[in-house]
Every structure is written in C-alpha cells, then in structure tokens.
C-alpha cells in the first residue's frame, strides 16, 4: 500500500468518526466527514 493509499484510507476514518461526532451520527455528517477526510488524507499522502 503506497503511502498516498495510507494516507486516504487513514483520513477517511478519522473524518468519519469527525463527522458523526460533531453531527450526532448522522448519515449526512458521517459521509461528509470520512469525504472531506479522504481527500485531506489523499493529498498529505501525496507530499509523504
């Protein structure tokens, strides 16, 4: 697994925890969160 693959995969649980959290559990706020995680994670990958 590369690290940018890494980096997505560890950003996309850490906003989908983020994002219930902050939401109350929603489907919305989870979803929301483990993309914009995904995409933070995808680029610090990136510059690894």
């Given amino acids: 697994?590369?690290?940018k693959e890494k980096g997505m995969?560890?950003?996309t649980g850490a906003g989908?925890?983020?994002g219930?959290?902050?939401t109350g559990g929603t489907v919305l706020?989870?979803?929301a969160g483990a993309a914009l995680g995904?995409?933070?994670g995808n680029e610090i990958g990136k510059a690894l």
């Fill in 1 to 3: 697994m590369s690290s």
């Fill in 9 to 11: 995969v560890i950003g």
């Fill in 16 to 18: 989908a925890a983020a």
């Fill in 20 to 22: 219930a959290a902050v």
């Fill in 29 to 31: 706020g989870t979803g």
């Fill in 38 to 40: 995904g995409f933070i």
